[in-house]
């Protein structure tokens, strides 16, 4: 898949990280609305989070792009490998001094 193999070679992705880990998950999606046939396509980042009175857990959204395509699944597979070199170069920017441990 483009969005892991993008991750592989930037050396954010961990194989054996539970999905509901401390660092955050990825969400890659692709819809298709047939009656219109726009493509939306979305990535977005959701941090965990604990509210303390309640002790409820969930992971939130904090950051997320998406772009909408006419009837060309092609160029809706660009924009997906679009918005992915754009979260990983926003990622790395923001968590410089993490990912340069």
């Known amino acids: 898949m483009v969005t892991e193999s993008r991750l592989k070679a930037s050396r954010l992705h961990e194989s ?8 955050g998950l990825l969400r890659v999606s692709v819809q298709v609305r047939e009656e219109t046939r726009v493509t939306v396509s979305k990535v977005e980042f959701l941090k965990p989070f604990s509210d303390q009175y309640t002790s409820q857990y969930k992971h ?12 060309d699944a092609n160029l809706a597979m660009q924009e997906i490998s679009e918005l992915m070199n754009y979260f990983i170069s926003e990622y790395l920017r923001v968590n410089k001094s993490a990912c340069e441990k």
């Open 16 to 23: 054996d990280i539970s999905p509901l880990s401390d660092v």
């Open 60 to 71: 939130l959204v904090t950051w997320e792009r998406a772009s909408y395509t006419v009837d």
